[in-house]
């Protein structure tokens, strides 16, 4: 069984794994932050009685992890994966990994050149539908157009689940654009196959009044002159809003719930599919980590398809401050 352990606590999705490994019955080896008292919070949260550490490297010593989950503040991200490449220890981060792109780039290289197993969680890829179309293949044709939005509730939660730092730009990189603008960003290099040449950003901070915004619109232009629309926000009152269309020259899907939908063919039948949506996609997501490891495959989603996701990002943060100005992104 692979041995698991938590480092770097101060995120609110590490205890999203913590449950879903001990839904699986999967024990947990330790948990660790420097802060004790969020070690013991986040760990409580999630039900898991691991031996705590605050010191990273008696945990490694002591406990000798196979694999490491790590959360942390985006701007504490890269120096934490950084530290586990150094340290030879496989990991899984959640995203964004960061709030520099080429800083993430060099730890990238490290873990390239040591053959380090890693993973990022970029989860909407294990939606349902957007497993289904990743395993149609070239199956699913030539993308043409693309829209993705995710809209969430009031920033006001993460003081609630002690992330006050979500609110700060220079901490958290932006607000939406840096929390869950990497799953729109992902799937449209993903199913475009091909990298994103040019990006305009508008953003808007008239809800909440907040130093992070409320709402960012982009538009992705890729190197086939393919466009890609994407919104995030913290526009809804209470809950999510999730919305996923596109078309190829083979089929289109259009869904408010990517865990299912209907996949429309010219010339072929319909296929309705149904899989994990958003309250079960992380439980999935650990589950085929796990099994990726043990065998020694490669992960969903790792720190190149980061590194890529997280310069789009940039790209559009520099675009928002510069009133909506597009932004190239040159390729090589």
Known sequence: MVKVAFIGLHHWHAPFYLSALKAMGHPVAAVADRDAGMCEFRARAAGCDAPRYTDYEQLL???????????APHDEMTDLADWLVERGVPFHMEKPMGISWRRLATVAEKARRKGLWNGV??????????RRLRELGEGLGRLQRYYYGLFAGPPVRY?????????????AGAGPLWNFGAHVIDLFILFGRAPVVEVTANWTHDIHHLAVEDLCTLRLRNRNGIVGVGEVSYTTPTGYER???LSTDRLQVHTATPGKGTIKRFGAPAEDVDGPE???VYPVQTRDLLECFAAGRPPVADIH???????????????????GTPVPLPEG
Request: aromatic share 10%.
């Open 243 to 245: 919305f996923l269309s």
């Open 61 to 71: 010593r002591e406990v000798r992890p196979d694999l490491v989950f790590a959360h």
């Open 305 to 323: 398809d980061m590194v890529a996701t997280l310069r789009v990002m940039e790209a559009a943060r520099d675009s928002a401050l510069a009133g």
């Open 278 to 280: 958003f309250a079960d």
């Open 159 to 171: 003081p609630e689940w002690r992330c006050e730092w979500m609110l700060d730009p220079g901490r």
């Open 121 to 130: 969680a970029l989860v909407s890829r294990h939606y349902g539908l957007v």
